[in-house]
């Protein structure tokens, strides 16, 4: 059964730094793997997808990287800035799974210090 | 605006209760599904559909029932609410069930 971790549950850094939000996955046949933003009391937001055929998505100052082999991912933010504060989530669809539903990480807790 | 559109936004139940959470969307998905998100939890799924007419389980469906008449709604029934189904509940879609997710803002529900 895959099951997906996100670690640390939170983490707070300075405005300006680069980081590096981190996802595992114990079952390495994906499909794809996507990130999601929860900002509080909202709904998710959709940040970027990496089909299991890619190496990483970029989009702004975000990029996604994906190893299968390993059985992680990482999100890189440059230059964070205070909006960038929120929840952040990581999802796998798995070949295993006829239906590709998602399963989801618990988040990284991420707040950006001005 | 397109997009998923939830309705309540907040709710308050007494055991025993039954109630619906509304999900709608105007971007002809043809997936939809409910999750439930608990603290400390990823996201969990109720019921999805891959079309009108078509429902089926996830992860978590006991006390919940679904139905899909149409392509743009989907709404969610508790049956008995019990103080275990305290969360908050989310509804998104999809143009396919691999693509991209768009999710509602979400219901908070809570049970006495």
């Known amino acids: 059964k895959q099951e997906v971790t996100q670690i640390p549950a939170a983490l707070s850094v300075p405005e300006g730094e680069n980081l590096v939000l981190n996802c595992s996955f114990t079952?390495?046949?994906?499909?794809?793997l996507q990130w999601f933003r929860q900002d509080p009391g909202k709904g998710l937001t959709s940040l970027l997808l990496i089909q299991s055929s890619q190496r990483e998505q970029t989009s702004g100052r975000l990029n996604a990287s994906l190893d299968k082999s390993s059985g992680r991912s990482t999100l890189y933010i440059a230059a964070s800035q205070p909006g960038d504060s929120a929840t952040y989530l990581c999802?796998?669809?798995?070949?295993?799974?006829?239906?590709?539903?998602?399963?989801w990480g618990a988040g990284t807790k991420l707040i950006i210090k001005p | 605006n397109a997009g998923v559109t939830q309705t309540p936004k907040f709710q308050v139940l007494k055991t025993g209760q039954s109630m619906t959470l509304q999900c709608a969307q105007d971007m002809n998905h043809e997936y939809m599904s409910w999750y439930r998100q608990d603290p400390g939890m990823g996201l969990r799924l109720i019921h999805y559909?891959?079309?009108?007419?078509?429902?089926d389980q996830g992860e978590v469906p006991n006390g919940y029932n679904v139905s899909r008449s149409t392509t743009e709604d989907f709404p969610l029934r508790l049956l008995s609410a019990a103080p275990s189904q305290t969360s908050v509940y989310f509804c998104?879609?999809?143009?396919?069930?691999?693509?991209?997710?768009?999710f509602g803002s979400g219901t908070r529900l809570t049970v006495v």
């Open positions: 079952d390495s046949a994906i499909y794809n």
């Open positions: 559909s891959v079309g009108a007419g078509i429902t």
């Open positions: 999802a796998v669809r798995s070949l295993s799974d006829s239906n590709y539903q998602l399963i």
């Open positions: 998104a879609s999809s143009y396919s069930p691999t693509g991209v997710y768009t």
